[in-house]
């Protein structure tokens, strides 16, 4: 049986059923296993102890889940469906534009040079580099794949 995942160019077909799932939940992983200081709350005495917050994490985590699943099936279980896919890849760029978006308010909230800290990039570490380049690479593909650049989408 066909699916929409078929319409799709080889590259293209393989980065959006497993490359990017799997990155997804590596980035799920890590929201834990790493407990970023960027998601630690603390009193502003000089006495206080960090106390985790998982909550933020825990809400993107969800999130990203319900996404990866939401996309796994229109690919996988929708019959064949050029606009659908066109759409459903729209939907998926516009998360890398809210990704940005929360990471850079995030840094801002939490870093006494409020904006400051977003562009100062020379103190950014390797863990920060990641998160603010990753979505390029995913946005290239994407527009790559509605541009026809990989192939034409099929339908």
Known sequence: MATTASLLPTFP???FLYLEPVMIT???IMNYATRLPIFELSSTTSKALPIPSLFIPA????YLFNMMLYGLIILL???PNKRLLQLHIGILMLADFTHWAGLFSTIAENDPRGWGAVFDTSSWDAELWNLATYPIGTLAVKFATLAGWFGKIQG
Not at 59 to 62: D, I
């Open 13 to 15: 077909r393989i980065f």
């Open 26 to 28: 590596y980035g799920m």
């Open 59 to 62: 809400m993107s985590t969800g």
């Open 77 to 79: 279980a929708s019959p």
